[in-house]
Every structure is written in C-alpha cells, then in structure tokens.
C-alpha cells in the first residue's frame, strides 16, 4: 500500500524539473549553452555530483508503502470485511535499504566505529564475575558515526536528513515560483494600478522580518500534521495521499517570506523586456497581453528563476536547522540536521564529550550546502550574460 | 532636504498601516482568542467558562473587528483590532498574555543587552569584512585571491549554530578564555559579551567578504578607474581612494538598512548566550505561546526595517549627489 506525502510530490517535481532541463541541455537554447560553459567549471561538475547523490537519497526516502501486517502464520491478517490490514508505519526505499543500519540498534552511545559501549556497565564476566567496564557492542564497528543515546545509529539519522534538507531547500523555491511570476509579470507587465498594489504587497510582507514571520505562522498553524513516524488513524484513513503534512507547511511559509525577492526582481525584469523590440513588435501585431507573456515575456524571466533556485538553495537548508532549533521546524519524529544539533548540544558538556552527533551534522550539512554554493555561483555566471562576457 | 525626508516618511505610512492591519488579521482572525484561550490554559483546564474568563482577564471578550451591539464610533474602537492592534501605532504594546507584564517597559529594559553585543559585533564586523575584502581585490586574480575566495564559501557554508557551540566549546570550556553564557549589569557584562561578539564576526566573516569583494570589483572595472590609472596614479592610491569612495554606496545599502536592528540582537545568538536581550524575550515568548509579545515584536521588527530603509534612503541622498530630491 503506497503512501504520499504532500512534501513527496515537491520531490517528484525536482525530479521532473532536473529530467526537463537534461532534455533541455540536448536541444539549442539558453539552456544548452548555459550547460556547455558549466560542463568547463571543474568545481562546479564535482558540486553537481554531490548535489546529484544528494538528491538520489532524498528521492529513495521518498517511494514508501505500507507493509501488510503478517499473522505468525507468514499470511496477512484480514479485517472482517475481508481487506488486508496494513501496519500504520510507511518505510521508504531508503529504510528498506538501509535496514541493516536502522534495525542494528544498541544500548546507548557508542563512539564511531567502537566496539564497546560508551559508558561503562556492571559486565559478567565468563569465570561469572561482576566487574564495570565498558560493555561489547551488539554490532561492533558497524556504526560509522556512533549510536546516539538510546542507541540508534547516527548515521543512519543524519541520513534520513537528507530528505528534509533537499525539501526545503528545493521545495520551498518550487512552491513559490508560480506565483511571483505571475504577480511579478503582471504588475511589471500592466503597470499601474495593479503595479501599485502588487509593490504595496511584497513591501509590506517583507517589511516583517523573515524569522518573525515564519514563527508567527508556525506558532498559529504549524502544530498539527503528519511529523514523521507512525501514521495517525486520521491518515491512515485517507490511505494513499497525506496533505496534511508538517514540512508542507514549513516549505509554504518559508516561501511566503521568500516570495518578495523573486516576484521583485521578476517585476524588474518584465518591465525592462516590456519595451523591447520584439515585443512591441508583437504587440503592433495585435498579439493578446497572455500571448505575448506566455510566448515572449516568460521564456526570458527563466533564467532569473533558476539562479533564485539555485541560490536560495543552501540558505533555505541553512534556516531549516535553526528553526529546528528555536522548536519550530519539523517534528521530533522527522529526521534533520537541526534536530540533531539540538539534542548534540547538551552532549557537549558531557564528560567525555560526545561529539559524533553533533560531527554528524556537521558533515551531512556542509557536503550539502557547500556543493550548493558552489554550483549556485557557476550556474549564476553561466547564466548570466553579464558576467559571461566581462 | 527636508520635504524629502517628510516624504518618505509619509511613503512609509501605508505600509506601517498593512504590517499591523497584517498582524492583527494573523494574530486575531486565524488564530482566534479561543484558541489562544485554549493554548494558554493547557488541554487539560478547558472548558468554555474558563475560555470566556481568560478572554475577559485579557481583554479578548471583543467581536474581531467590528462590533455591531455598539453605535457610531464604537462599532469600530469597542473591538479587539482597536484596542489591541491600534495602539501598537504609537508603540503602546500593552500587557503579555501570560505574566501580565509591560511588554513596553519590557522592550526599554532588554534593549541595552541587545545593544551591548550587536553594536560591538556590528562596527568591528563591518571594518573586518571590508579591510579582508579590500586586501582580496587588490591581489584579484592572485592565489591569495582564489584561495581566500574560496576560503569565505567555505565559510559561509557552515551553519551559524556550529560557529556558536564550537565556539563556546573551544573558547570557553577547553581554553576557559571566556565564560560560556551569562551577563552581568554595567561594566561586568564586558567579558560575557565578547565571545558572542568573537562569534558573530566569525560567523559573517564569508558572506560579508564576498559581497564587498563584489562590489570593489565592480568598482574596478568602471571608466573612472581605468581614468585614474592612465593618469599614472598608483594601484593603492586608485583602490584606497577613487574605488573605496564610490563602493560605499552600495555598501550603504546593506548596512545602514541593519542599524535599527541591532535593537532587537539576534534571536539565536542571545538564547545561546543567555543575554537578556529583545532576541531572548522573543524566543522565550515562543516557547511559551505568549501571542501578545510575539504580536508586539513582530510589530517592532517589521518597524526597524521600515526605519532602516527610510536611513537607506537618505545616506543615499547624503553620499551620492547623483541622487535627487524628488
């Protein structure tokens, strides 16, 4: 039985997105050539490997069903009307794969790649004495990062990360995308009244400043929702699709902060090419306002869009972990970066430090959003005719 | 001068208006005061005397924004939006939710810990950024250049969370060098006050160098430099002071658009620390679900930054005499 997240979809999309633009790269256009003077970009071809790793796990953490609940028969229990009962747990591809780091789990901390436990036990001896010392491990140098306190593998937990992070940093751009180019074309294209009211709008929303809105939405919606973990009775009954999802809602209000940049510089934008030859030319030809947008105005706004994507990429990851922090990102259930540093916090003033989860962290993050930065930068000046040709 | 800047102020008063029109609808009409009823009470003491008794105590027992028992000018100010939001106008915040404490009196007392870390963090962070930025473009296209280049990406790609707990861990627990949080009144706040600001300059030092690296390197390739040169002026004297005069009106922008901010600190930075400043009240009234200070300071917030581009706009004026009045 097959579960979607709302948040799974955004996934998909990317997905879509990266198939259109290889497709893209094939035939002539702005695409093709931005691609050929990427591919000379040595850094930024290692960055896309990551990134493209990265993503790879995110996409596996986001094909999951729902296994049917076996009898110790071996055969899956029925209810009374005949259908077959599935567990309230969805594990992903990724779960699956990884089940040998997921299910391995051990008593509490344990250093990266140790055999034994990290604090010490009363441990019976085989001559049948009693002594403390530091227990063996279940499954000794099997947790490349250590096991957390209650003895879950690190590593497997940065992993799941992997699929908040991507979401955010890549759903949160996708959602908004429609809507500044619609508002950003229409205000720049138009002018007037409509411009002013559109101006009024994003000034005013990104007078607030961004974390304070972002908390204030999330205080007033963001407590209810699927938050990783088990289904509720609530999603279980909806069966396949699950809307109500709680990253959904932190990608939708990241965005609404967000939103003002990128309708801004789309508005700029529309008002230069406005007065363009072509498109007065079009317009002398008695070519409709949509037509002329669909046909003339927004295939010249994509490269701003791209390289917004791009670069809000690795802030957008960046925020996710503190507002996990502040206690307003995702739940505790859904794995991330930002709820890893948090419980890491308190293990530094532990004597020894446990610094693995907090390394953990450190590590997925960085070899994320540096790959980001890096390829956000090379697909700017690929992009970006300015820069090509100084 | 003067009617420029009574202009721009005046521009400024619609969107003072929508930020609080904004709050009020966020803060009041989705997110009802029965449901702040029922947060601040807590699952278990909920039952609909005590939701209509918290909203009383609280000032709440009011239709949102129009109320049609009154007549002529009370259907609008006897509402919540009125008596709530209204007064915000004139910074009269009212009363928190929970303690029915004076969130402005509040904001008088917890500014000054704000202040004695971000202006620190600000002024020093400011000098450092540009003076690294400026060595970068004078040695362009060296390795110096590349690797410094590379070096603030780097930087900048590591979350502001690790510079503080690696900072307080190495700085403060191994080396013992500073306490790790806390403050103190006066002049005994100094030493729990410098390695937030060690931190925070830290932390900034790759995104603040990369943009100023920016804009001297836009700066260089203009006319007037290449000018500058062919008069046989040396590269010191070119970057130093024909590039370094013009490149600080962009710099303008980015900084002067902060300074009302550094009021409010930083959220993150002060709860870390545990400095009692605006970040920190603000943190912990939403931990604690307390609307009214969230309300007030989101309003506040939204307030700064309408003051800090109104500045923006006038240094512009002040620095650039390319920009008129009208």
Redesign the interface.
């Known amino acids: 039985m097959p579960v979607i997240l709302a948040t799974d979809l955004i996934v998909y999309f990317l997905v879509a997105m990266i198939v259109y633009f290889i497709i893209g790269a094939g035939k002539e256009g702005t695409v093709k050539t931005a691609w050929s003077e990427l591919r000379k970009n040595r850094l930024a071809m290692v960055s896309m490997v990551f990134l493209a790793v990265y993503v790879m796990t995110a996409v596996m953490d986001c094909v999951r069903w729902r296994d049917p609940v076996l009898m110790t028969s071996g055969e899956a229990s029925r209810s009374t009307d005949g259908g077959v009962i599935y567990s309230p747990q969805a594990l992903s591809l990724l779960d699956r794969a990884a089940s040998k780091m997921r299910l391995n789990a051990e008593k509490t901390y344990s250093a990266p790649f140790s055999d034994h436990l990290f604090t010490k036990e009363p441990v019976e001896l085989p001559d049948g004495r009693v002594v403390r010392d530091y227990p063996k491990l279940k499954f000794p140098g099997t947790h490349w990062l250590g096991t957390d306190k209650v003895g879950n593998d690190v590593f497997f937990i940065a992993l799941k990360g992997v699929r908040t992070g991507i979401v955010i940093g890549a759903g949160t751009t996708i959602i908004i995308i429609p809507f500044a180019i619609f508002f950003g074309v229409v205000a720049g294209f138009h002018g007037g009244f409509i411009d002013d009211i559109v101006q009024y709008v994003y000034t005013t929303l990104s007078s607030i400043p961004g974390v304070l809105l972002i908390v204030a939405f999330m205080l007033l919606f963001g407590n209810s929702g699927y938050q990783g973990g088990l289904l509720s009775q609530k999603e279980v009954f909806l069966r396949i699709f699950v809307p109500n999802d709680r990253l959904f809602w932190l990608c939708l209000i990241l965005g609404i902060t967000s939103w003002t940049d990128l309708c801004r510089l789309i508005r700029g934008e529309t008002l230069k090419l406005r007065e363009l030859e072509y498109v007065q030319a079009s317009k002398a030809f008695g070519v409709s306002s949509p037509g002329i947008i669909y046909r003339h105005i927004v295939p010249n706004l994509m490269h701003l869009v791209l390289i917004t994507f791009v670069l809000q990429f690795s802030g957008l990851v960046l925020a996710e972990a503190v507002l996990s922090y502040i206690g307003i990102g995702v739940g505790p259930e859904m794995g991330s970066w930002g709820n890893m540093i948090n419980t890491a916090r308190l293990e530094l003033s532990r004597e020894p430090v446990v610094w693995w989860n907090l390394f953990g962290s450190f590590l997925f993050m960085f070899a994320l959003v540096l790959p980001a930065n890096i390829f956000g930068d090379a697909v700017r000046d690929a992009l970006d005719p300015r820069l090509r040709y100084r | 001068m003067l009617t420029y800047i009574i202009r721009r102020i005046l521009y400024a008063v619609?969107?003072v208006i929508?930020?609080n029109v904004?709050?009020a609808v966020?803060?009041f009409y989705?997110?009802t005061p029965d449901d702040m009823a029922r947060k601040t009470l807590g699952e278990k003491n909920v039952t609909p005397a005590a939701i209509e008794n918290w909203k009383r105590d609280h000032g709440y027992n009011l239709p949102t924004f129009l109320n049609a028992k009154e007549t002529g000018v009370s259907t609008v100010t006897q509402t919540i939006f009125f008596q709530k939001s209204v007064p915000l106008l004139w910074f009269d915040f009212g009363r928190s939710d929970r303690n029915n404490i004076d969130i402005g009196g509040e904001i008088k007392k917890r500014m000054w810990a704000s202040l004695a870390v971000s202006i620190p963090m600000f002024l020093i962070g400011i000098l450092i950024d540009l003076t690294f930025a400026m060595i970068l473009a004078y040695y362009r296209g060296t390795y110096l250049d590349i690797w410094g280049v590379v070096l603030a990406?780097?930087m900048?790609?590591?979350?502001?969370?690790?510079y503080i707990?690696g900072g307080q861990?190495v700085l403060g627990?191994v080396l013992k060098m500073f306490p790790v949080s806390g403050y103190d009144t006066g002049l005994y706040s100094v030493k729990f006050v410098i390695l937030p600001v060690i931190i925070g300059i830290i932390g900034g030092i790759g995104v603040g160098v990369r943009f100023y690296r920016t804009v001297f390197l836009e700066e260089i390739?203009k006319d007037y430099i290449r000018t500058a040169r062919a008069k046989g002026l040396s590269e010191a004297r070119v970057l130093f002071k024909h590039a370094l005069k013009n490149a600080m009106i962009p710099v303008l922008t980015n900084v002067v658009v902060s300074i009302p901010?550094l009021f409010?600190g930083s959220?993150?930075m002060e709860t870390f620390f545990a400095i009692p400043g605006l970040g920190n009240f603000?943190?912990d009234a939403?931990?604690s679900?307390d609307?009214a200070i969230?309300?007030s300071?989101?309003y506040l917030?939204?307030i700064l930054?309408?003051i800090g581009?109104i500045l923006t706009d006038i240094s512009y004026t002040l620095v650039d005499p390319r920009v008129r009045f009208e």
């Open positions: 619609p969107i929508g930020v904004l709050t966020l803060f989705v997110n990406v780097i900048m790609s590591v979350s502001t969370l690790f707990i861990f627990k390739n901010f409010y959220l993150i603000t943190i939403i931990q679900q609307f969230v309300r300071m989101v917030g939204s930054y309408i581009l």
